[in-house]
Nanobody, 117 residues
């Protein structure tokens, strides 16, 4: 089992910045990709950004150039630096860790990000 705990959410004005952190613990040997997803009210959960064990990144088009995902492997922590925030970024942000064998996804409890206009 893997446990994920997010922190860093909150209320910020449009144009501001926030940094999310996700600490992982437990059986980490089979964890490969980690990432962030978000879910706004009335919408499906969507990918924000992912990062591989080797540091390769992938971003949703809506956040490219504004968000940066990073990973500290010795600390089992993944970060999401969010800049130039927009009201449409308002959502619950979830940390994700992908297990290779057996294949399964682990999720954090989520952290609320609210961007006011």
């Amino acid at each position: 089992q893997v446990q994920l705990v997010e922190s860093g959410g909150g209320l910020v004005q449009a144009g501001g910045s926030l940094r999310l952190s996700c600490g992982a613990s437990g059986r980490m040997l089979s964890i490969s990709d980690m990432g962030w997803y978000r879910q706004a009210p009335g919408k499906q959960r969507e990918l924000v950004a992912t990062i591989t064990l080797g540091g390769s990144t992938n971003y949703a088009d809506s956040v490219k150039g504004r968000f940066i995902i990073s990973r500290d492997n010795p600390k089992n922590t993944v970060y999401l630096q969010m800049n130039s925030l927009k009201p449409e970024d308002t959502a619950v942000y979830y940390c994700n860790a992908r297990n290779i064998l057996p294949p399964r996804d682990y999720w954090g409890q989520g952290t609320q990000v609210t961007v006011s206009s």
